[in-house]
């Protein structure tokens, strides 16, 4: 890997994690939605490292563009309680959760660390691999395996996201205008007849005890 | 030089903040916005597998099918929190428990 690739590595590296930090503690959600946005460009200039340049455009396309302004979009929607307030009571089982985390993933990058000098590093490719090796993770390429071999499993995602969006729409849609008055119509009209059997049982009930006077 | 090792050790850190933050934070965005965080840290892994074999695109296409996946998830997962935000007012997950009572 050239010079600039390493210092795009860790220039994106940085970034990538001091912006996770930054995405799980930010107490105001949409500070948090700021601070994964930044993460996700950081990841699409790993996949530029990694010569994934169709999935560092894809990235940008679908992460930055779409989720994380569908993100910005609910915390507009639901306003400012979409902050929640400090709250000690369950502070020590949530420090627990993190502390076994934090346990977990030191062994797993220690681990790591320790076999990284065995792993193989990136290499330009040679005169020798000729033009297919610069065509790795481009467009054409992953375009060819995407339409190729895995053409039902894409037609299957897109069926997948269609449901997700009908689904999205029926949870999220709440009553209309037309709706809420046809129920409070109906309310009503319960309401009412309640109250007219009641007084007719109470009429009742001291027809009864004038009766049982006698 | 970077080596597969780089990779992996930076996608396990962010897959652990992911996993801490979803389980440490009360806040149902910021806990989605968590899930992120950790299917992004797979498709780190899967891309950086794929680059170090590149006989074939199974890992970025792996990756591809995850961000794809993850989409649907997010458009879910945020509509859920809009219609709890309905009923209950607030965002907060300790809160969603009419399955508990």
Redesign the interface.
């Known amino acids: 890997m050239s010079l600039a690739g390493t210092l795009l590595f860790y220039l994106c590296a940085t970034i990538g994690v001091g912006s996770a930090v930054a995405t799980v503690t930010l107490r105001s959600p949409l500070r948090a939605a700021v601070a994964l946005l930044l993460h996700i460009v950081a990841l699409a200039g790993l996949y530029l490292t990694l010569s994934a340049h169709f999935l560092a455009a894809l990235q940008l396309l679908v992460y930055a563009g779409a989720v994380v302004v569908l993100f910005v979009f609910t915390i507009m929607l639901i306003g400012p309680d979409a902050e929640v307030p400090p709250n000690a009571r369950t502070f020590g089982v949530r420090a627990l959760g993190v502390a076994v985390v934090a346990l977990l993933t030191a062994a797993a990058v220690s681990t790591v660390v320790r076999i990284s000098p065995q792993t193989p590093t990136l290499a330009g490719c040679t005169a020798e691999q000729g033009a297919e090796c610069g065509q790795f993770g481009g467009v054409g390429a992953l375009g060819r395996v995407l339409y190729t071999d895995s053409v039902i499993l894409f037609e299957l995602v897109s069926v997948l996201l269609l449901v997700a969006v009908i689904g999205a729409v029926a949870v999220a849609r709440g009553r209309t205008t037309k709706e809420a008055e046809a129920a409070k119509a109906r309310r009503l009209a319960r309401e009412a007849a309640e109250a007219e059997e009641e007084a007719a049982a109470r009429k009742l009930s001291a027809e009864v005890a004038a009766h049982g006077g006698h | 030089?970077?080596?597969?090792?780089?990779?992996?050790?930076?996608a396990?850190?962010?897959?652990?903040?992911?996993?801490?933050?979803f389980?440490?934070?009360?806040?149902v965005?910021?806990q989605?916005?968590?899930i992120?965080?950790m299917l992004?840290a797979v498709?780190?892994v899967l891309?950086?597998f794929?680059?170090?074999h590149?006989e074939?695109?199974a890992g970025?296409?792996f990756?591809?099918?995850v961000?794809?996946?993850?989409?649907?998830?997010?458009?879910?997962g945020?509509?859920?929190?809009?219609?709890l935000?309905?009923l209950k007012?607030?965002?907060?997950s300790?809160r969603a428990d009419l399955l508990k009572h």
């Open positions: 030089m970077i080596s597969l090792g780089h990779y992996l050790a930076l396990t850190l962010i897959f652990g903040l992911g996993a801490a933050g389980l440490s934070r009360r806040n965005l910021i989605l916005m968590s992120e965080l992004n498709n780190v891309v950086a794929n680059r170090f590149p074939n695109h970025q296409l990756a591809f099918f961000i794809a996946v993850a989409a649907a998830e997010a458009a879910v945020l509509s859920i929190v809009i219609s935000f309905r007012k607030t965002v907060e300790d």
